[in-house]
């Protein structure tokens, strides 16, 4: 417990009379820290969008404990587990095998009503402070999905950041029973396939496939959608073979193909550096097997240290 | 992969069964147990694709935990018996121990959910070799123990045909198929030994001779899912026509090699007063019966989806050797 004194540490520690009475060493310990450093308050734990409101409670005064809550969520997961459980009978993934070899088409998100939006999370550089908008709404006659806003590139004022203007869309990872991760499985298709409506702004579209370790957590197979704007629809089909790998928006160099039977999620970014509304108009994201379509991966893989 | 690396490998992994297979001190087999693990480990990770790292590192851990049980049970047998023999596993304890900790290492129920994952994330090369000759050695050991009593090798046996038998159900992918199948046949070849070593033999080069075969054919037609096992019929047609003999040999159907050893353990079992479990061992194999000739249905009965390109590889390649002459 000795705490080593040095010359700027020495005027914030209280004085030695006073030490007898701390019974929490974090405390002391965080009061000699250079104030440089920014702190937390103990009950600011976990991440708080901004524009939502602070809450200086402690954890157990956040939690609400209701009985018909929990009675119910019990309700709900035991239900999905003995659906999940009879689905197994009809065959993998609740199809029946033959649909499972038939099957060249499935569309995996359409927006089909205002419940569909709950599968979908927005996302824009306001979290680090930027000026950007994004909303997500239902779009006419309950057919499709209207993704707009405002993109602003002004970096945050904060001295740190260089660079900003983002708005992003992306899919909630599926669901089972009792909040167990669920994946997509694509390994029967090979072709990512869109019905949007853009307004001539390029969009960037992210998979995230399910990883490992922690440090590939930011890990995500990325692609061009260009839109060409106008009032017609267009059917966008993409290889999943097309698909690079990037770390936090960064292209790797050991480039691998994307693997298709654990897929979390998809996402749709906007960072196109030019300040001004943006629209996107999704009809449905669904994917296809192309049996003309026999490229492995786009790309070729380069040796970084090859063998002498 | 360099050559000179590969083939220190592969060396490395026949040194390692080799050392186990001609070792009397549990040292020494538990050090040829080692050698192929971590021989095998840079073969897994050749594609560096996320999901060959993941694999490895699953394979990794169970393998180690499994090793450094062995070796602790080992360790606990010369400290009980003062003997490092591998023939004189006297104490139930350091037995039921090391019975565990081979069974972890060979993937058997309740020990075996590292193998479809570990499965599914190799080549098809690589999980051959897993299939196959990383089960040599530890089963070398398995033989080897003594048994004091056979109810855990008939647990372990009966848990692994069930395991292999429903986890297999629902699969699509061909791979976890080959994991759950490999679950399911160690599970025969356990399920006997305490009665009769010599039939647990008969099952395993029974299981390796059809294992090796079906994995050849999947890497021939260059298949991992069950649709594109749909459209091998155009790739390779006399391959395809004997795939599903492979396939319900696997499953343990007459007059095909793999039910000799089926009826003979449900003989043997029968014998020695244990119907029940012959009965209950015929009966949860009938799960696995399900999913091989479901791949048997797939690949042979069905006419899927395909462009007109797609029917004609057959015509194109002449490398494959298995179109009669």
């Not at chain 1, 007898?20 to 250079?34: E, F, G, N, Q, T």
């Not at chain 1, 956040?62 to 009985?67: I, M, P, Q, Y």
């Not at chain 1, 108009?281 to 040796?303: L, M, N, Q, R």
């Not at chain 2, 050090?31 to 394979?59: D, F, V």
Request: proline share 7%; hydrophobic share 40%.
């Amino acid at each position: 417990r000795l705490i080593q004194m040095s010359l700027p540490n020495i005027s914030r520690v209280p004085a030695s009379r006073l030490l007898r009475s701390v019974r929490d060493l974090r405390w002391l310990l965080r009061s000699i820290a250079p104030l440089a450093v920014p702190r937390r308050a103990l009950t600011q734990m976990g991440y708080r969008r901004p524009g939502q409101p602070r809450e200086d409670k402690p954890p157990w005064w956040r939690v609400k404990f209701d009985l018909s809550k929990g009675l119910k969520g019990m309700k709900r997961h035991f239900q999905l587990l003995k659906e999940e459980f009879f689905a197994e009978f009809v065959g993998p993934m609740g199809k029946p095998i033959i649909e499972h070899m038939l099957e060249q088409n499935q569309v995996v998100w359409e927006f089909r009503g205002p419940h569909s939006l709950q599968e979908w999370t927005i996302s824009c550089d306001r979290e680090i402070g930027g000026k950007s908008e994004i909303y997500l709404k239902i779009g006419k006659n309950n057919e499709t999905c209207l993704l707009y806003g405002t993109l602003c590139s002004d970096p945050p004022k904060d001295g740190e950041t260089r660079y900003s203007g983002y708005c992003t869309m992306r899919a909630k990872q599926p669901l089972a029973s009792f909040d167990r991760k669920k994946y997509h499985d694509w390994s029967s298709f090979n072709t990512l396939h869109l019905r949007i409506r853009g307004d001539g702004r390029p969009w960037m579209i992210n998979i995230i496939a399910e990883t490992y370790y922690t440090h590939q957590k930011d890990d995500m197979y990325s692609y061009f959608l260009y839109t060409r704007g106008g009032p017609y629809w267009q059917d966008v089909k993409i290889p999943f073979s097309k698909f690079f790998l990037a770390h936090r928006g960064r292209v790797q160099d050991d480039q691998h193909r994307l693997w298709l039977d654990k897929i979390n999620a998809i996402g749709f970014t906007l960072g196109d550096k030019a300040d001004g509304p943006f629209q996107l108009e999704i009809d449905f994201i669904g994917v296809c097997k192309d049996y003309a379509h026999t490229e492995d991966f786009a790309y070729e893989k380069y040796k970084r240290n090859p063998e002498v | 992969m360099t050559p000179l690396i590969y083939s220190t490998l592969i060396i490395s992994l026949g040194i390692g069964t080799t050392l186990t297979f001609a070792s009397t001190h549990w040292y020494l087999a538990w050090m040829g147990i080692e050698i192929n693990t971590l021989a095998i480990i840079p073969l897994m990770t050749q594609s560096h694709s996320p999901r060959a790292t993941e694999a490895t590192t699953k394979y990794f851990f169970a393998q180690a935990t499994a090793s450094a049980t062995l070796l602790f049970a080992a360790t606990s047998n010369a400290f009980f018996t003062g003997s490092w023999d591998i023939l004189q596993t006297n104490n139930p304890l350091t037995y039921t121990l090391m019975t565990l900790a081979l069974a972890m290492k060979i993937g058997l129920a309740p020990l075996h959910s590292w193998m479809p994952e570990v499965m599914q994330g190799l080549t098809l090369l690589t999980g051959l070799i897993l299939s196959t000759w990383q089960k040599l050695a530890p089963f070398c050991l398995i033989y080897q123990i003594q048994p004091h009593s056979p109810n855990l090798f008939m647990a372990l046996g009966l848990l692994s045909i069930v395991a292999g038998g429903w986890g297999g159900f629902n699969q699509v992918q061909l791979r976890k198929i080959l994991a759950y199948s490999s679950i399911a046949h160690l599970g025969w070849m356990v399920l006997i030994l305490s009665f009769s070593p010599p039939l647990t033999l008969v099952a395993f080069s029974t299981y390796l001779m059809m294992t090796f075969s079906l994995f050849y054919s999947f890497m021939m037609t260059k298949t991992t899912h069950i649709n594109s096992l749909s459209t091998s019929w155009a790739k390779i047609p006399t391959l395809t026509a004997l795939t599903p003999l492979i396939l319900l040999s696997l499953g343990g159907l007459p007059p095909l090699t793999g039910f000799l050893p089926k009826w003979m353990i449900l003989q043997e079992l029968t014998k020695q007063d244990l119907a029940l479990v012959a009965v209950l061992a015929a009966l949860f194999s009938l799960f696995s019966l399900y999913f091989y000739l479901r791949l048997s249905y797939a690949m042979t009965l069905t006419m899927p989806p395909n462009n007109p390109a797609g029917t004609l590889p057959w015509r194109l390649n002449p490398s494959h050797n298995t179109l009669p002459p």
